[in-house]
């Protein structure tokens, strides 16, 4: 038994479904039924009743899911305690982003972050949203940078920053590579490229709102999961792609970038920007940068 299949065990007491446990873990359906059943395989006996409809805590369960409560909360004020204490002589700060945010936000942050605090370090880890989230619970990052989930872990706190525009990425030799701006309509007939839903769930439903938005069904005929292969796609010819503005700031030779004309930006959760931390703590560096994004976030969503 560890600290994570308990973690598992009360994320399913608390949903009383599976899957959706396992979307709050941010792991696989495979993964996280492996977590509860070793858990179940330690203590001996079985922790849920499941039927293909339903999940139910047995009598065992019941009594472990207090105890499990109680452990799970002394072990994080402990943990949060020890952070706390590092951190507050830190002269680290450990910051993830996602890979447009890293390309675009993060150097003008980083650049005013500089400028304020000289005697700290910042280590970046570029990921995505799915990949960074782990990392913050376990507090191997002080910050992130991510597109907002639909479920979170109650431990983190979220800051919406500001929405990225949409660009269309297309070949440089491409009909469209000229134009000051182009519709969803002009792109009807496009091959489409398109990110993994499991990895950019964003930027994949963006898109399919984006065609729905006009009656239309998108062409796709590639689907991928970095904007770096997305991008390289594109330039091969394969196919055109929305994606964020500040992908146009990796640079690929070959593809030219042209700016999206549609409505409904706020309705359609176009590309939202949060910065995440875990609540409950204090981190005078982490503070710090939280500030300043706060003073400057006009000026980044400028840029945005």
């Known amino acids: 038994m560890d600290l994570h299949q308990l973690r598992c065990f009360i994320a399913v007491a608390d949903e009383l479904h599976f899957g959706r446990a396992a979307r709050r873990m941010d792991l696989m359906p495979a993964a996280f039924g492996r977590h509860v059943q070793l858990l179940e395989e330690s203590l001996g006996t079985r922790l849920f009743v499941r039927t293909t409809r339903s999940v139910a805590l047995t009598d ?38 996602v890979d447009t945010a890293a390309a675009g936000l993060v150097p003008m942050l980083l650049h005013d972050f500089r400028a304020q605090r000289p005697d700290v370090v910042v280590e970046l880890v570029e990921d995505k949203t799915i990949g960074l989230l782990p990392r913050l619970l376990s507090g191997r990052l002080d910050l992130a940078l991510i597109r907002p989930p639909t479920q979170l872990a109650r431990q983190i706190e979220l800051r919406h920053l500001l929405r990225e525009s949409v660009v269309v990425a297309v070949q440089s030799d491409h009909a469209l590579a000229g134009r000051a701006c182009v519709t969803v309509c002009e792109l009807a007939d496009e091959p489409l490229i398109v990110p993994n839903r499991r990895l950019r769930p964003h930027s994949h ?44 700031r990796m640079s690929v030779a070959g593809v030219a970038y042209i700016p999206l004309a549609f409505s409904g930006s706020e309705e359609l959760n176009v590309l939202p920007l949060a910065a995440a931390w875990m609540g409950g703590s204090r981190d005078p560096v982490r503070d710090e940068m939280l500030q300043l994004l706060a003073d400057n976030i006009a000026r980044y969503r400028a840029e945005a």
């Open 60 to 97: 065992d369960g019941m009594s472990l899911l207090t105890d499990a409560r109680t452990l799970l909360q002394v072990a994080d004020a402990m943990a949060l305690r020890f952070r706390e204490r590092v951190r507050l002589n830190a002269t680290t700060l450990r910051l993830g982003a």
């Open 205 to 248: 439903d963006l898109t399919i709102k984006l065609f729905a938005q006009e009656g239309l069904k998108p062409s796709i005929t590639q689907v991928a999961g970095e904007k770096q292969t997305i991008v390289g796609l594109v330039a091969a010819g394969l196919g055109v792609a929305l994606v964020p503005r500040w992908t146009s």
